[in-house]
């Protein structure tokens, strides 16, 4: 398979070139030249498949001649020791994507993305590190996924006093080829002292450095296994059973009779709580891929720029505006250009619907879910169940199947869940992290401080 910049259809790369420089030179984003088909044998299968297999299936034509199946058969497993259910939860389904080691859906990405990155520089001599600026949890899911991965050091930068205890021990308390900077500073102090990191030649020529955001297409392409696994349960009318660690008020209320029932035979619709965009983009790759997916919810808080560009056509990306699904607070979403680049606006119209959440609108559903169903919902997962509601007059109706990406666990956001809900039970991942220490080299805002630490 080759990959193509986003703004320029020319020059080809590999897989490997495109995983590992993450961003295009020209600035543009690294897409397949084609989403390639499932073959027939996978796509009707889908529903009785082992989720590993789907996995393998899935992303075996994008790496293609760059990885030997037994090698991305491997790497499937060890990327995802952990699963993805679907469980029924009122009348629709929630697709829980917490089940890995930070708690959130980024762990299908950066573990894959890790193990990808060891196998393509296999036998070079200078390691590889990996530079990242985080305002929470993206360091954390890069951090966890690189740990231990031979010949790949790891330096996450994170401003100091701005993340939280539990997102602080992710980063920093792991060790080994993690090194965690606390900057004296802002998100964007980190961010500038990052870039000019890898503008700097000395460091250049000692280290091979690379970054790890959510741009890179090795981080986007496994994260549409999911959604495949999940459209072929859901078409052949299975659900999964409420998992350890599942975040159910008590045992019983998981147990309880549902009332409802969807039909077999109908593809799902997927609410994605949205902002960078890396997500829903996925779920395109697999509806193209062939996964019977009927449509997707685009659901983001106040910063809309994406449902505003589907209703108007307009694109007005802006400043991003905080609120309490902070993973979400994105005014200029970066995979805009590449689904952009592979869809039409009237293409997009047709297999998207926008929707926005407020703050007040999302401390409600999470409040009304806790109390009717007895299941806990994050920030972001409220988003997208409470876009969903908005939506209800035009969706389709709760016949059909209608899953909810539940994209972290209400555990990580304790501090907003918990005033509205009382005590949220902690995944045993979770428990684990907050024993760590943690262990940060503190700088300044100040780029020799940075290159000390480096070399
Ligand atoms: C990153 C993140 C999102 C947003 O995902 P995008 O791929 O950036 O749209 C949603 N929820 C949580 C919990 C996240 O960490």
């Known amino acids: 398979m080759r990959y193509y910049s986003t703004r320029n259809k020319a020059e080809g790369v590999s897989f490997a070139r495109a995983a590992l420089t993450g961003l295009a030179p020209d600035g543009g984003l690294f897409v397949p030249e084609v ?84 196998y393509l520089r296999r036998g070079e001599e200078k390691p590889l590190h990996i530079l990242v600026a985080t305002s929470g949890d993206t360091g954390g899911a890069v951090a966890a996924g690189f740990y231990g991965v031979e010949g790949i050091g790891v330096t996450v930068l994170y401003p100091k006093g701005r993340v939280s205890p539990l997102q602080e021990r992710q980063i920093a308390g792991l060790g080994g080829n993690i090194k965690a900077v606390a900057v004296e500073g802002s998100f964007d102090d980190c961010q500038r002292l990052v870039k000019t990191a890898f503008s700097d030649q000395d460091l250049q020529k000692k280290q091979a450095l690379s970054s790890a955001n959510s741009i890179n297409i090795s981080r986007l392409i496994p994260q549409s296994i999911y959604y495949a696994a999940a459209a072929g349960k859901a078409l052949a009318g299975k659900t999964d059973l409420p998992h350890e660690g599942s975040p ?183 428990k684990q992290v907050m024993e760590r220490k943690p262990l940060a080299q503190i700088i300044p805002v100040d780029i020799s401080a940075l290159l000390e630490v480096l070399c």
């Open 248 to 430: 159910w008020a008590s045992p019983g209320a998981a147990a309880s009779p549902r009332t409802w029932a969807f039909k077999p035979g109908q593809p799902i619709t997927f609410c994605v709580p949205s902002g960078n965009f890396g997500n829903l983009t996925a779920g395109l790759y697999a509806m193209k891929m062939g996964a019977p997916i009927r449509g997707f919810i685009a659901a983001t808080n106040v910063n809309k720029t994406v449902p505003d560009y589907l209703a108007s056509g307009l694109y007005q990306p802006r400043p991003s505006q905080a609120t309490i699904s902070n993973a979400m607070d994105v005014g200029a979403p970066s995979n805009f250009e590449r689904m952009i680049a592979q869809w039409s606006l009237e293409e997009l119209q047709r297999i998207l619907q926008g929707v926005w959440v407020s703050d007040e609108a999302t401390r409600r559903i999470i409040q009304q879910v806790h109390h009717t169903q007895g299941y806990f919902l994050d920030p972001h997962t409220a988003v997208a169940w409470q876009g969903f509601d908005q939506l209800r007059g035009s969706a389709p109706s709760c016949t059909d199947p209608v899953g909810i990406l539940a994209t972290a666990h209400p555990a990580k956001f304790a501090e907003i869940v918990e005033p509205l809900t009382g005590p949220v039970p902690v995944p045993v991942s979770l």
């Open 35 to 118: 989403i390639p088909p499932y073959p027939e044998s996978v796509r009707s299968s889908l529903g009785t498949m082992d989720f590993h297999d789907i996995a393998f299936e899935t992303v075996k034509p994008y790496v293609h001649g760059e990885i030997p199946d037994p090698v991305l058969e491997d790497m499937v497993h060890a990327a995802y020791p952990f699963a993805a259910p679907l469980v029924p939860v009122g009348d629709r389904l929630v697709l829980e994507l917490f089940h890995g080691p930070t708690a959130a859906f980024k762990d299908f990405g950066a573990r894959f993305m890790a193990r990808a990155f060891a």
